[in-house]
């Protein structure tokens, strides 16, 4: 988890992950281009994003396409998040039964 | 043009009982909102996702299984007439052990751009892969199945 708000703790890296939940599935040099930024710069950046299971990354033939991982960030929303929003979802479907009478999927 | 996206979540378990949370109904109704896949695994068999009181919601077919390493579906909605519209896509579902941690890839695409059907389940998965992981590393899933299915 330590690895994951680091690699959140920075502007650039978080502008990546941007780019990547805007279009997923991007090269090295596209994403140079979006940001404008040194292929040195940003090749640093994403290593940091992939340690720290942010981006997933899958060759395609001589080419290395990044994916946008959200699943690290989920596993912090539950950790701290899911509980009251579980309670919330709870309560409304408590709620939704008692007014109808019934259960609901 | 598609649509993808690739997941992966590193859990500390083994190949062999990853696969078995995945594809025991039993197991995987605790994390994947109270769904499980139903199928003979072998490929060219039927392959459903059904839920405990008996909905169907997608189907489709296997078209690899390799277990407990890697098992490949074509998938498609059925409850959402605009989901279902957009036709089959297909899911990979790798499995590498390291160590005492599994390595699970979820790749999904559909061979189309701007796909409803991607954008439904992309949401969905990382909400069911921490409960896989909750589950595989306490014995239980945070994130409960929808209340009262």
Redesign the interface.
């Known amino acids: 988890m330590d690895a994951v708000f680091k690699a959140l703790a920075d502007p650039t890296r978080r502008q990546l992950l941007d780019r990547l939940f805007a279009r997923?599935?991007q090269t090295l040099g596209s994403l140079c281009e979006e940001i404008k930024m040194s292929r040195q710069a940003v090749t640093k950046h994403l290593a940091l994003l992939e340690a720290a299971?942010l981006i997933?990354a899958?060759k395609r033939g001589r080419e290395k396409l990044h994916?946008?991982?959200?699943?690290p960030?989920?596993?912090i929303a539950?950790r701290w998040i899911?509980k009251y929003e579980?309670h919330r979802?709870?309560a409304l479907?408590?709620l939704k039964?008692n007014l109808e009478g019934k259960?609901?999927? | 043009m598609t649509d993808k996206f690739v997941y992966v979540t590193y859990i500390r378990t083994t190949p062999e009982k990853m696969w078995e949370a995945l594809t025991k109904p039993e197991f995987t109704r605790q994390f994947w909102f109270g769904i499980a896949q139903e199928s003979t695994f072998e490929p060219g068999a039927p392959w459903k996702l059904v839920g405990s009181e008996g909905k169907v919601y997608d189907t489709g077919e296997v078209l690899e299984c390799d277990p407990p390493r890697r098992l490949v579906v074509k998938w498609r909605n059925e409850f959402k007439p605009e989901l279902k519209a957009e036709g089959y896509s297909r899911c990979t579902m790798e499995l590498e052990p390291d160590g005492e941690i599994t390595k699970l890839t979820i790749t999904h695409t559909i061979d189309r751009e701007g796909s409803k059907f991607i954008e439904a389940v992309s949401g969905g998965w990382p909400k069911v892969l921490s409960g896989l992981k909750s589950l595989l590393e306490t014995g239980h899933a945070i994130e409960p199945s929808h209340p009262k299915r």
């Open positions: 997923n599935g299971n997933a899958q994916y946008l991982n959200p699943v960030i989920n596993e539950d899911g579980r979802v709870r479907a408590d039964k259960t609901d999927d």
